[in-house]
T-cell receptor, first 116, second 109 residues
Framework: GAVVSQHPSWVICKSGTSVKIECRSLDFQATTMFWYRQFPKQSLMLMATSNEGSKATYEQGVEKDKFLINHASLTLSTLTVTSAHPEDSSFYIC????????????FGSGTQLSVL | LAKTTQPISMDSYEGQEVNITCSHNNIATNDYITWYQQFPSQGPRFIIQGYKTKVTNEVASLFIPADRKSSTLSLPRVSLSDTAVYYCLVEIGNEKLTFGTGTRLTIIP
C-alpha cells in the first residue's frame, strides 16, 4: 500500500516554543491530507484538512493560529504547534488519500508531543 | 456524515474467530465501509474495505448485509498480536472522516 511518512516520531519541548511536524506521501501525490490528534485511551479527533496550494480547513474548536498547517507541495504537509503549552501534549497523526476514487486512507506513524 | 456504533471492548482467546459488528444506520448510497487497526502509539492501519456483500483479504473478512446498515469484521484465528483498537468508518470520496470510539480488542493467551 501507499506510504505516509511522519516525522518526528516524538518530540519534547519547553513551554512557549514551537514544534513542526512533517507528513510526506512517499510514493504518491496527495492533494488532501488530514491532521488528527489523539489523547490516551481516546479516539482520533480530526483537527484540520490540509489542501495543497490553499488554506487548510479547520474543525470547530481548533485554533488556526495555534496549529499552523502548510501544504506547499503534493507530497508534503506540515503542522506547526505554535507557543506550545502542556495541554498541547498529545499524539498527532496525519493521513492522506492516494487520489480521487480511492476511498482508503493511509496514516503516518504519528508524533508524540510532550510539552514541559 | 454517517455515524458508527461499535462495542467499546471485546475479549477473546487465542485461536478463536473474532467478529466485531459496527452499526451505521444512516449510511448513504455512495458510502464505503472501511476498517482500521491501531496499535498503541502508532497510526491506524487499513485492514479491509467493502461496499456490499462479502469481502475477504489475507487478514480479515468483511460481511455487509443487503441493507448495509451494519457490517461485521471477522478476524480468523486471532493471536496475541491482534490486540489493538479497531475502528469502523463510513467514507465518501474526499469528505472528511470522523472516527468513532472504536473497539478495544484484547486477546487472552
Amino acid at each position: 500500500g501507499a506510504v505516509v511518512s511522519q516525522h518526528p516520531s516524538w518530540v519534547i519541548c519547553k513551554s512557549g516554543t514551537s514544534v513542526k511536524i512533517e507528513c510526506r506521501s512517499l510514493d504518491f501525490q496527495a492533494t488532501t491530507m488530514f491532521w488528527y490528534r489523539q489523547f490516551p485511551k481516546q479516539s482520533l479527533m480530526l483537527m484540520a484538512t490540509s489542501n495543497e496550494g490553499s488554506k487548510a480547513t479547520y474543525e470547530q474548536g481548533v485554533e488556526k493560529d495555534k496549529f499552523l498547517i502548510n501544504h506547499a507541495s503534493l507530497t508534503l504537509s506540515t503542522l506547526t504547534v505554535t507557543s506550545a503549552h502542556p495541554e498541547d501534549s498529545s499524539f498527532y497523526i496525519c493521513s492522506a488519500r492516494v487520489g480521487r476514487g480511492d476511498e482508503k486512507l493511509f496514516f503516518g506513524s504519528g508524533t508524540q508531543l510532550s510539552v514541559l | 456524515l454517517a455515524k458508527t456504533t461499535q462495542p467499546i471492548s471485546m475479549d477473546s482467546y487465542e485461536g478463536q474467530e473474532v467478529n466485531i459488528t459496527c452499526s451505521h444506520n444512516n449510511i448513504a448510497t455512495n458510502d464505503y465501509i472501511t476498517w482500521y487497526q491501531q496499535f498503541p502509539s502508532q497510526g491506524p492501519r487499513f485492514i479491509i474495505q467493502g461496499y456490499k456483500t462479502k469481502v475477504t483479504n489475507e487478514v480479515a473478512s468483511l460481511f455487509i448485509p443487503a441493507d448495509r446498515k451494519s457490517s461485521t469484521l471477522s478476524l480468523p484465528r486471532v493471536s496475541l498480536s491482534d490486540t489493538a483498537v479497531y475502528y469502523c468508518l463510513v467514507e465518501i470520496g474526499n469528505e472528511k472522516l470522523t472516527f468513532g470510539t472504536g473497539t478495544r480488542l484484547t486477546i487472552i493467551p
